[in-house]
């Protein structure tokens, strides 16, 4: 606690900072946005080494080594590769700077720190990646659930006692149908653009 509070006094910690819309071009992140295919920046935090960009596709990390060092390291997290979890925002205290969000895209942890005069807006972020998140469990459940059903459909099919060729025409008849029916529901369930969850809960 007294190291933060030290570096704080320093000007030494790593607080960041939310960029506006309109200095969006400006940042290193921006660079990376596949403006070619839709892809549009809904937030981003600016510290003194990261950028943390979060766009309706993906979240792209341009993580910095130190603050005085010119090399970055792009990183570029999918919504539809990488779940979103363990979401939390931590306030701040009395003698407290800043204001804390953490969640995990896939097995990498994310712990942000941002000034507390901003607090109002990280709020909407993580009401955002809290939607996210539970829109993706959510669908993963309901296409578990049409594959395992699928599965059992042939199960009781191969039990049946009919001939060969009934039988046959009948379990091609179901995998024609199951591909369909996964194929439209994966269209549906799995989703790659969140633009709709951002417009909502993102309040630039």
Known sequence: MFKKM?????????I????EPADYDKTDADDYVMHE???KIYFLIKTRADEYC?????????????AVSSKRTLKRYPYA????SGISLETAGKIDMDVEIKFMIG???FDIDVHKDQLDQLKDLYKALLRIGEITYENEIYMNTAAESLEKAAAVMQNCRTDDKSLASAYRGLTEFG????????????????GDVFE???NN
């Open 37 to 39: 295919d839709g892809e």
């Open 179 to 194: 591909f369909e029916w996964l194929t439209a529901a994966h269209e549906k369930y799995h989703i790659k653009d969140f």
């Open 6 to 14: 030290a570096s704080e006094a320093l000007g030494l910690s790593d």
């Open 81 to 84: 590769q990488y779940k979103i």
């Open 54 to 66: 979060f766009t309706n596709l993906a979240v792209i990390h341009v993580d910095g080594e130190s």
């Open 107 to 109: 097995n990498k942890p």
């Open 200 to 202: 909502k809960y993102i």
């Open 16 to 19: 960041g900072k939310i960029i």
